[in-house]
């Protein structure tokens, strides 16, 4: 009877023992090898180049029925074009001096002056296919950025697009002072061509 009971322990531990290696065959616990992953996806690139900013193309522009509102902190590019929140707008009816043209930089901090700590209101008026705008900007008293503009005598009206809007607030001679601005209304590109001609004849 107890041969038989110690029998019965030596087979049931056997069979134990073989049961635990079979586990130990399946599952190697020696095994470092790193297990596979799902490669990760490499991830989107967020510093992609700048695009060029391009003039406004009135031509392929496209008058809104009502004006869409932006307001904030001007940054300002030249004497007729500010960026708010990352939006660039030309100032509504007016044509001022590029920078590298007589009066450019002058009227370039003219509109700085105007809009230092300042929150600008726009109310975009025109987008052309490319998205650019063209706003007409108000100051919080009011004022018009355009109007102002043009007061100081550093842009003039673009009677194309302005109406006339702004011609009374021509000062006297200015069309003379900013040549190229009255050019550039006028379809007489040549005087363009002739003024960095002779630009880069200068030494």
């Known amino acids: 009877m107890v041969f038989g009971v110690v029998i019965l322990i030596v087979v049931l531990f056997l069979i134990v023992r073989s049961g635990n290696g079979d586990v130990d065959d399946v599952i190697d616990r020696n095994d470092t090898s790193p297990r596979k992953t799902k490669p990760k996806k490499p991830p989107s690139s967020t510093n992609r180049p700048p695009r060029k900013v391009r003039r406004f193309d009135g031509r392929s522009a496209k008058h809104l029925r009502e004006p869409r509102i932006l307001t ?48 600008i209101r726009a109310e975009i008026v025109d987008v052309d296919e490319y998205e650019r705008t063209v706003a007409k900007c108000y100051l919080p008293d009011g004022r018009d950025l355009s109007a102002e503009m043009v007061k100081q005598g550093l842009a003039i009206d673009w009677p194309k697009y302005s109406g006339k809007k702004y011609s009374h607030l021509e000062v006297a001679g200015i069309r003379k002072k900013l040549f190229l601005a009255d050019a550039r209304q006028k379809g007489r590109m040549h005087v363009w061509t002739q003024f960095e001609a002779r630009k880069e004849k200068r030494p």
Do not use: M, S
């Open 72 to 119: 904030g902190a001007a940054w300002i590019t030249d004497g007729g074009t500010v960026t708010i929140k990352k939006t660039q707008i030309r100032l509504f009816g007016i044509d001022a001096p590029e920078l590298n043209h007589p009066y450019g930089v002058k009227a370039k901090w003219a509109l700085h002056q105007l809009c230092k700590g300042q929150e």
